[in-house]
C-alpha cells in the first residue's frame, strides 16, 4: 500500500525487461499438452519423459483437481470432475459480465474521481480490464475444459460386453446389450455442448474481437515508446503483442492447432509401454 503507486508504474517496465510474454505463451501452451499427454493416453512413458511430464503437469492449472470436490459426497466422479473444470469458469466469467453492467449502470453519468472509487467501481466498472480477466480465464483453462470433455467419449470393453468409462472405471457407458446409461448419454449431451464453447467457440472468440479492432491494431505502433497502447486495445494486448502485424490473427490460429493436437492425443487408444 505504501509503495502502491510506485509499483503500479514501474511493474510493468520491469516485467518487460525480465520476461517475454510470447515466448511465455508458447512455453505455456506446449507444457499444458506435454503434462496432460500421460493421463489422456494412458500410457506409461519411459524415463526421463516421465518426469518431464510430471512437471509440466503444473502449468495444467486445474484448480478442480486441487480442491477437495471429492468432499461434496460419494457420488462426485470424474461426471462431477469434468462439469466443474469447464461449468465454473463459464459460470465466473458470466458473473463477470453482469457485474461489469451492474456497476457501470449504477455509475453512469457520474464522474467520480479515482482515489475516491471503491474496489468494485475501479475494477469491476472497467469494462477493459474485466474483458481481460474474461479472456485470460478462457485461455488458461481452455486446454484443460477441453481434455476433459473428449475424455467423456472414451469407454473400455470388458470381456462380457458392457463399456466403462476409462477415466474413470466406477462410470458404466454401456450395459452388456449395447445400450447406453442414462447417466452417460446425458454427459455425452452435456459434453457436446461445451465443446461448441472449448472447442471453435473460444478461438472464434478470439478472433471475432481482434477483427473488430483490425485498423487499431495495424496503427498501433508497439515500437515507438511514446506511444501508449490504446484503452481498446488493452484486453486484447496479451493476444497479437509479440507477433509480427503480418502475423497478428496467428493467435487464434494457434489456438486451432492447440485443440486440434489435444483432440488427437485424447483420442489415441491406449497401448502398453513395451509395445
Known amino acids: 500500500m505504501r509503495f502502491g503507486k510506485y509499483i503500479s508504474a514501474n511493474y510493468p517496465l520491469i516485467f518487460n525487461a525480465l520476461f517475454d510474454t510470447g515466448r511465455v505463451k508458447v512455453f505455456f501452451a506446449n507444457a499444458q499438452i506435454i503434462g496432460s499427454i500421460a493421463w489422456s493416453t494412458g500410457v506409461s512413458w519411459p524415463k526421463p519423459f516421465s518426469y518431464t511430464s510430471k512437471v509440466m503437469s503444473i502449468f495444467e492449472i486445474n484448480l478442480f483437481d486441487i480442491i477437495p470436490f471429492s468432499c461434496l459426497g460419494p457420488g462426485y466422479n470424474f461426471y462431477g470432475s469434468v462439469i466443474a473444470s469447464t461449468l465454473i469458469p463459464v459460470l465466473i466469467n458470466g458473473s463477470l459480465l453482469l457485474l461489469m453492467a451492474y456497476e457501470m449502470k449504477k455509475h453512469q453519468g457520474r464522474v467520480i474521481p479515482q482515489e475516491q472509487k471503491g474496489i468494485c467501481a475501479r475494477y469491476i466498472g472497467d469494462e477493459n480490464f474485466v474483458w481481460f480477466i474474461i479472456l485470460m480465464i478462457f485461455y488458461m483453462f481452455l486446454p484443460t475444459g477441453n481434455l476433459a470433455l473428449v475424455r467423456v467419449f472414451k469407454c473400455i470393453e470388458f470381456p462380457d460386453g458392457s463399456q466403462w468409462l476409462e477415466a474413470d472405471l466406477s462410470i458404466q ?59 481498446a486495445l488493452q484486453p486484447l494486448k496479451f493476444l497479437f503483442f509479440h507477433y509480427k502485424p503480418e502475423n497478428y490473427n496467428a493467435e487464434y490460429k494457434e489456438c486451432f492447432r492447440r485443440l486440434a493436437l489435444m483432440g488427437l492425443v485424447a483420442l489415441i487408444p491406449s497401448i502398453k509401454s513395451d509395445s
Open 173 to 231: 457407458c454401456n450395459f452388456k446389450n449395447g445400450d447406453f446409461t442414462q447417466g452417460h448419454i446425458a454427459m455425452i449431451v452435456y459434453a457436446s455442448l461445451m465443446l461448441l464453447i472449448y472447442g471453435p467457440g473460444i478461438p472464434l472468440l478470439f478472433r471475432t474481437l481482434l477483427r473488430q479492432q483490425h485498423d487499431e491494431i495495424i496503427n498501433y505502433d508497439k515500437e515507438q515508446d511514446h506511444m501508449e497502447c490504446p484503452k
